[in-house]
């Protein structure tokens, strides 16, 4: 029986959005791999490098960041393993003494170290929270910490945005990487670049908790 022309034209939409469907999973594995492997921290550089590498170049096809970090956990999982999971724990517990060491800033931990996908390029990423941002650069000289500084634009919510000040510094063999924000950010963390909403993080009571949780679960995991 011949298919009609709406039919027909059900049939391609209906393949299109399939083939769409199909890039968007290859482009959010590429990019995942990129990132795993090529240490590239950036959501939107990994999505567009693999568009490149892939020859898809239709704005349809680009996945979500959400889309790439469920793509970057599966990745882990498969080929890192307990390298990644290693990874992850010490950054933690070097997020534990770099909370103490700002407590008088309100300080929380942030992004791939808090969310479990922190491999051996990722940085430990912490908030601080002060209306003077001076006096955490102050804190750092007296504690003779050289650093770098930077700039991050973030969106405290839908109606404010604004760049705010970065500090980068090492200790204990990795990279920290602080933002200060205003004091009143406390009450309600920025929205994440990646699903735009309100960032997870953690207090020091919250991180030792996690890291308790995880070594019972290692225990009872345990042959």
Request: proline fraction near 5%.
């Amino acid at each position: 029986m011949p298919i009609t022309r709406p039919h027909a034209k059900l049939h391609a939409h209906m393949h299109a959005q399939t083939r769409t469907r199909e890039r968007r999973q290859q482009l959010a594995h590429e990019a995942a791999r990129l990132m795993a492997e090529g240490g590239i921290r950036d959501f939107h550089m990994a999505k567009l490098k693999a568009a490149q590498r892939l020859g898809i170049f239709d704005d349809a096809s680009l996945p979500r960041n959400s889309e790439i970090e469920d793509a970057l956990r599966e990745y882990q999982r498969l080929f890192l393993g307990s390298d990644q999971a290693f990874e992850v724990r010490r950054r933690r517990e070097a997020a534990l003494n770099g909370l103490e060491f700002f407590r008088d800033f309100k300080p929380r931990l942030v992004g791939a170290t808090l969310d479990g996908t922190a491999d051996a390029n990722s940085e430990v990423a912490l908030h601080l929270h002060c209306d003077d941002a001076d006096a955490v650069l102050r804190w750092l000289d007296e504690h003779a910490i050289p650093v770098q500084s930077r700039s991050r634009h973030l969106r405290l919510d839908r109606q404010r945005e604004g760049d705010y000040p970065v500090w980068l510094f090492s200790a204990e063999d990795l990279s920290f990487d602080i933002t200060v924000l205003p004091a009143d950010v406390l009450r309600q963390p920025p929205l994440s670049g990646i699903d735009g909403k309100p960032m997870r993080r953690a207090s020091l009571a919250q991180l030792r908790a996690l890291l308790a949780d995880e070594e019972i679960a290692g225990y009872e995991a345990a042959p």
